[in-house]
């Protein structure tokens, strides 16, 4: 009678599992479906190719490559800016600070709690800290902000798969000789290179599909950035500010823009898998 019973359980949960999964992948598909609908016959060369021009936001010539560059700028600078902070971060909570579990509990605690901030609030304490210095949006203040809003996604990322490394592993490298700094380095990233470069670029799809942090702090111009000093428009940007305008013209070519968007993101995903599965090989197993 037991186990007839736990045979029908197991089933209502397969059942509620497989629902669950093709109720998320019919999201997805609706949502890319109706992107792809509305931006693809809009979208041309000249659309991506060329800078917004006299007129463009009321339906004339002109196309978001400002937008596509300013995006690439930010997100490529401020994930090289969180990485070479983020992976020393990760490392020195998983090698140095093994005897000291309590402190290293709440920094994870911290960085989860930073997580959870909403980008906005990133955007409006980077937003406060320009008026105290004096600042002008810009793209550099632009690339701090985003960093500093990616930065706890990609340390508890990264600290999430240094934990997968063996325990025996640590300390067979510490036997041998080997310091704490060759054991991060040499040890632990070649152990989680996969993983690392996975976190690293979903960070990068995280910092370039977000508007929030830099509406206030980064700006918006038509002309491609030419120095850190200069504003630059972003791509979710530009979809904002196209769907709101009132010629259904401009609101198509942000369907266009979406669909910008979310192919760069596909890409990263793919690529993401690529190399996760390319470095995956080299791990050694226990």
Known sequence: MAKKFLNIEEKIFKFLMKLSTLFIILVLLSIIISIFYRGLPVLSWEM??????????????????????????????????????GIPVALYINVYMTRHQKIASFIRFCLDLLWGVPSI???????????????????????????IFILPIIVRSLDEILTTVPRGLHEASLSLGSTRSETSFKV??????????TGILLAFGRGIGDAASVLFTTGYTDYIPDSLGRPAATLPLAIFFQ?????????????????VLTLIILIIS??????????????IEF
């Open 243 to 259: 769907l709101s305008s009132p010629f259904p013209e401009v609101q198509d070519r942000a369907y266009a823009a979406t669909v």
């Open 188 to 197: 632990f990233l070649r152990q989680c290179s996969g993983g690392i470069i």
């Open 48 to 85: 991506i190719s060329q800078s917004p021009k006299g007129g463009f936001y009321f339906g004339k010539e002109g196309g978001i490559l400002n937008a596509i560059v300013g995006s690439l700028y930010l997100s490529v600078a401020s994930t090289l800016l969180a990485t070479l902070i």
């Open 270 to 283: 793919i690529i993401t898998r690529i190399i996760s599965k390319k470095y995956n090989k080299n791990q």
């Open 121 to 147: 609030v990133y955007g409006a304490f980077g937003f406060i800290v320009m008026v105290l210095l004096g600042l002008k949006t810009s793209l550099l203040a632009g690339i701090l902000t985003v960093t």
